[in-house]
Antibody
Framework: QITLKESGPTLVKPTQTLTLTCTFS??????????VNWIRQPPGKALEWLAL???????RYNPSLKSRLTITKDPSKNQVVLTLNNLDPVDTATYFC????????????WGQGTTVTVSS | QSVLTQPPSASGTPGQRVTISCSGS????????VKWYQQVPGTAPKLLIY???YRLSGVPDRFSGSKSGTSASLAISGLQSEDEADYYC???????????FGTGTKVTVL
């Protein structure tokens, strides 16, 4: 059974850097084609894909945020870390991590999400 | 900022059929698979449809997906009260080299 859980600060100040951790179980980075993705959702707005890291460490980023995002993995801890720098209040959102299934080519399992508020 | 366009709302009475459209371009829907996600407000999205038309195991067969050219649709037949939720389409975009989501459609059961 695959599970994912996001963790990180709930309140951060503008210009600071946000670090979020996705801790997962039920799969590993040894599965060819799999990925872990980060998606966010501002209050009352649509989902926005942010970044992914593949089993082979290849990374992809949302072009509109690429300069501010970094995604890394720690297979020994079953974790994926996302950092977003130079925060602005518009970055206030619920941040989700999701398992990218290579067989379904879709986000088949999602974490519960973690809410981050950017405010001074 | 969403690349895929959906109507903001759709509604129907119990038992009716509701269809949600998703309009994209040749770089996303035109060449890649479409997925559909259901999100009850306050909860994480759930995968309903993958590879344009395939239901995830456990998803009721009243949900169906289709794709034609650069557009896709999600149909809910025999609408039920528990179908009241937000629905998002998604696809890989070859130009952006990343995933894109639709603008989202809120389905209301009258």
């Amino acid at each position: 059974q695959i599970t994912l859980k996001e963790s990180g600060p709930t309140l951060v100040k503008p210009t600071q850097t946000l670090t979020l951790t996705c801790t997962f179980s039920g799969f590993s980075f040894s599965t060819s084609g799999m990925s872990v993705n980060w998606i966010r959702q501002p209050p009352g707005k649509a989902l926005e894909w942010l970044a992914l890291i593949y089993w082979n460490e290849d990374q992809r980023y949302n072009p509109s945020l690429k300069s501010r995002l970094t995604i890394t993995k720690d297979p020994s801890k079953n974790q994926v870390v996302l950092t977003l720098n130079n925060l602005d209040p518009v970055d206030t959102a619920t941040y989700f991590c999701a398992h990218g299934s290579p067989s379904l080519d879709a986000f088949d399992i999602w974490g519960q999400g973690t809410t981050v508020t950017v405010s001074s | 900022q969403s690349v895929l366009t959906q109507p903001p709302s759709a509604s129907g009475t119990p038992g009716q059929r509701v269809t949600i459209s998703c309009s994209g371009s040749s770089s996303n829907i035109g060449t890649n698979y479409v997925k559909w996600y259901q999100q009850v407000p306050g909860t994480a999205p759930k995968l309903l449809i993958y590879s344009n038309t395939y239901r995830l195991s456990g998803v009721p067969d009243r949900f169906s997906g289709s794709k034609s050219g650069t557009s896709a649709s999600l149909a809910i037949s025999g609408l039920q009260s528990e179908d009241e939720a937000d629905y998002y389409c998604a696809a890989w975009d070859d130009s952006l080299n990343g995933h894109v989501f639709g603008t989202g459609t809120k389905v209301t059961v009258l």
